[in-house]
């Protein structure tokens, strides 16, 4: 008898996204006449950079010929692609990252959910709350959690976020093994200095732990004394891993690209105590799981690198963080406690009451969408996130319902 | 202190492919004046069919306004793709396959690693020896086998594939909860009638085990009698799982987008034995670690279903299918046994003596690079794979050289 993956059962209800998604349409169905406007999820609404553009048409044409034609490619990604990252993402900001510790996806959230694939089932895990879901939800179906009580897993070691501590988590009490930090940070938009990533860095190398950090939106950071790579912090090579993606800078949400820095020099270890690389493990894994990204896609995102490309990025970037500056002023205007959307893309906003209430509320009423705090954790009750990702027309508008509403 | 996942030390060896591509640098670097023909990995060579060239330029140029732009799409696949494929590919063959079982994802070879994860780890797992090493290196890395002994994992069962049973393994003889199959199969060519497959699925039944059936080669069968899908037998809907690929028919290995087929009526089972639905198990594990396949390229596998898309892409199946003869008649012509290559891209060949031994002698004498089925597993010692993904005019040298050398 095939018998299924019994974690499975303990995951609370359904993907976060699916809920909003639902409540969405039945307000579209009982209100045809309002038009929504989306500043929920964290998807990009501008054109792909005009230099992704030449550079897919251009990879799209040598498929199209046998001659320059491209079938499987290395399951890391193309060369051309991982030196491109090396040097542009790190080298050219002093972090000693190679090309062959690059490991190119079709996403970070696949790279988040599948990297906890290649440490022990007994790891002790620790997570912010509130936090992306993917990094709990694929926990929870490795079996590294208890049931959930009270909107908590059992086992999991949470990192509260609050206002109480600017968003920006202690050190976990009691010893933890595998730790997710993601900065900027999503939901809160809250970032870390460098002597804060040190902190946590200095703990991860008393305890033995690693460190699994999102760096997804690192392209808002505008504030040059914050890091935008944890490893620009000292020691970090020995322990932490950064998941990056193209999704948030260039536009990629429905392109798909993203990648994995995983250093040669960081260690995990056996039972006996002896120590294993990680960027050994997940080679393994990456190559055993996955054949890479498209060959045109890789082009476009070395495109991305280009002069034109990185004029272009930072022409979106600053566009959606023009909304965010907005969006906060707007809130705050409004008599709402903000955080964020100064070097992210996310304003998070306390809600002064239940978040789906207010979620509910500001779709009902504006047909403006946001997202529930709650969705994103305990910590996150009481808040909602307003997204920045769509024309500065559209946040306008919302801002506007908005006023009218409340 | 972080601990691996002390399955990874089980795993034997590196990945084959892997293997294979050292050897075939080191000859490079010391005969660099031979030019190499790979006939190893099942790579294709030719270009993609022009539908297919059309519909990714016209998907890039919607990528480069703010108007026509697509950000996420849903994580299964775009309903245009789910609807053509389920048309496409099952109703217009009888089988009654629809739209939302499909899910789309970036290969076929991701997914039959990545579906295991959904059962439980104490599952009894039947792999074909030999077989693609991802269903066994994947069942390793999740702990469902022991260690490895004499090339095989305690703990697995293996459904041998021999000469004296025509390459169609018998039914387990003890039972088993999980079951691997592929035809037409790779790495043997071997094809299996409708009343074999009906065996498996009766066993299935009566077992409630799952099948999950890799049909990535099924554009290859020319015999009208065989099946193409699981789905063309009856009962299956309840029992059977199927990987589907554009890599091998439309070309899309370096372009990257495959499906896996879930029966809304097939099921799995709680502890407690209460069915669980397979496809919602799925959908759960899809949508939390997955984000779907990248916009233009899910145009571009639409494209395969137009009617100019089809005659392309049988051309292309016709072209290798050319090769694949002309490499059996010429094998058998030097006195070797051959299966395979009449409705499979592979042809599997007797080596008369020890496979990586063959192997390296056509490298080193001729340049041509093949598979030794040893890496395929215990059975398939003593045999290797010829692949008819290259050019005619390739496969025509490389059965020149080996002729003269053999």
């Known amino acids: 008898m095939i018998k299924i993956n019994e974690n499975y059962n303990k995951l609370q209800a359904s993907y976060l996204f699916s809920d909003i998604a639902k409540r969405v349409t039945a307000h579209t169905e009982a209100n045809p006449d309002q038009s929504i406007i989306r500043l929920g999820i964290g998807d990009v609404t501008r054109a792909l950079p005009d230099a992704c553009i030449k550079a897919l048409h251009a990879a799209v044409d040598e498929m199209a010929n046998d001659g320059s034609f491209h079938g499987y ?57 509130p936090v992306y879901p993917v990094y709990v939800d694929t926990n929870v179906m490795a079996g590294r959690t208890g049931e959930a009580k009270d909107g908590r897993y059992e086992g999991l070691v949470y ?3 609050t206002k109480e501590n600017g968003f920006i988590p202690d050190l976990p009490k009691t010893p933890v093994d595998l730790i997710y ?21 200095d703990y991860a190398r008393d305890n033995k732990a690693l460190i699994l950090f999102d760096a997804a939106y690192e392209a808002f950071v505008q504030d040059d004394s914050l890091p935008r ?77 280009s002069p034109e490309g990185q004029a272009q990025v930072q022409e979106l970037v600053s566009y959606y963080l023009k909304n965010a500056k907005y969006i906060r002023e707007q809130m705050e205007s409004l008599g ?34 946001c997202t529930p705090g709650a969705g994103f954790g305990k910590c996150g009750e009481g808040y909602i996130r307003i997204s920045a990702f769509n024309s500065f027309e559209n946040v306008q508008e919302a801002m506007s319902r908005i006023k009218d509403a409340l």
Not at 83 to 93: L, M, P, W
Not at 184 to 193: H, K, R, V
Not at 260 to 282: D, I, N, Q, R
């Open 73 to 129: 490619g290395p399951e890391q990604g193309y060369d051309f692609l991982r030196e491109a990252i090396a040097k542009g993402d790190f080298q050219s900001r002093g972090a000693d990252i190679e090309a062959d510790e690059i490991f190119v996806s079709d996403g970070a959230k696949c790279d988040s959910g599948n990297f906890q694939e290649i440490f022990a089932t007994d790891a002790t895990v620790a997570i912010p709350d």
């Open 159 to 161: 990192l509260d976020a």
């Open 181 to 201: 930090l993601c900065f900027p940070n999503n939901p809160t938009g809250a970032t870390a200095t460098k002597a804060q990533l040190k902190a946590w860095i």
């Open 229 to 305: 790579s944890i490893y620009e912090i000292e020691g970090s090579k020995e322990v932490a891993i950064e998941f990056r993606s193209f999704s948030k800078t260039a536009g990629f949400t429905g392109t798909r690209c993203a990648y994995t820095v995983v250093p040669k020099t960081c260690m995990a270890y056996t039972e006996s105590g002896e120590k294993a690389s990680v960027h050994a493990l997940w080679n393994r894994r990456h190559t055993t799981k996955f054949n890479s990204v498209s060959y045109p896609v890789q082009r476009a995102a070395e495109a991305v690198f």
């Open 336 to 369: 709402y406690d903000c955080m964020g959307g100064e070097n992210s893309p996310y304003i998070w906003i306390d809600a002064k009451g239940d978040s789906w209430e207010l979620f509910d509320k500001l779709l009902n009423n504006t047909g403006v969408v």
